[in-house]
């Protein structure tokens, strides 16, 4: 069940692993579909002009009316021919083979079953079949009224063919965590000078650390106190235990063992034994 505003749905594998996508809304469907469409008149429109020129270029006009006529007829059949394609084949191919057509990748977006799967060529061919009465009665007033009333904002086509439209989340590297502010003598009485973190303590303080901008300080303060003990007796901190000594809050502390953990065994290399001149022709200029 939808929230009328929720654009998000969440998809459930039978491994009980759920993913989940935002869908694409009217607006950026619609200029997705105008790229495809310049896209395809511009090519149909150089092949156009490619035919003419090759037609009125063949020599011996005059004297070759027959064959000239039978190559202006062969141009306007493959300008037909092309048309066809533009409007029933160029969706079909790209959707079938990428999910996508070059609109939607410009946009980021992607066509998928409900189900989370690639749509295939049988359903492809069914949703775009049924795009001509998505256009009905002009500018395609029933897809978008369809798209508006349906929570997956599915047009004609993809309430038949089960497929909806979704955004594709784009890779980003991540950024490095640093610590800000650098660390105080005092904050550092505590921890050991050599930390080590296993694999999972290691990824839970990572993304805990690039979470909690979007936490409140109170919530923030809550985790961190609960992922901090366990790690605490493990790594034997020796926190003050007194009112008036000075201490690190739950989350900084997290911060600080990040740091040192990530920091430990680097420091200056040695001395190379390279000699100079090999140095100098090695090094970029």
Not at 39 to 58: D, E, L, M, P, R
């Amino acid at each position: 069940m939808h929230a009328p505003l929720d654009t998000d749905v969440a998809i459930e594998t039978p491994e009980h692993i759920v993913f989940r996508h935002r869908l694409a809304g009217p607006a950026r469907r619609g200029i997705a579909y105008l790229i495809d469409v310049v896209a395809c008149y511009f090519c149909v429109f150089v092949v156009a002009i490619i035919v003419f020129v090759a037609a009125g270029a063949s020599d011996m006009m005059e004297r070759m009316q027959q064959s000239y006529t039978s190559t202006m007829g062969l141009g306007f059949g493959l300008i037909l021919l092309l048309l066809f394609a533009v409007q029933w084949v160029y969706f079909v191919v790209w959707e079938a083979w990428k999910g996508t057509s070059l609109g939607k990748m410009a946009l980021g977006l992607r066509v998928v079953t409900t189900g989370g799967r690639p749509v295939g060529f049988g359903g492809a061919a069914l949703r775009n079949v049924l795009r001509a009465a998505d256009a009905l009665p002009l500018v395609y007033v029933v897809g978008l009224v369809s798209m508006l009333v349906t929570s997956r904002f599915q047009r004609l086509g993809d309430l038949v063919a089960n497929t909806m439209v979704v955004m594709i989340d784009r890779a980003r590297a991540a950024a490095p965590l640093r610590l800000w502010p650098p660390a105080e003598p005092f904050e550092l009485v505590a921890i050991p000078e050599r930390v080590t973190l296993d694999a999972d303590e290691r990824t839970a303080i990572e993304l805990f650390l690039r979470r909690r901008g979007t936490l409140g300080p109170s919530r923030e303060e809550e985790l961190a106190a609960m992922m901090v003990e366990p790690l605490v007796r493990r790594h034997g901190l020796n926190l003050p235990r007194t009112a008036g000594e000075r201490a690190p809050s739950p989350s900084r502390l997290l911060a600080l063992l990040y740091e040192r953990a990530a920091n430990a065994g680097r420091g200056e290399a040695p001395a190379s034994s390279r000699q100079p001149r090999e140095m100098e022709r090695l090094s970029w200029r």
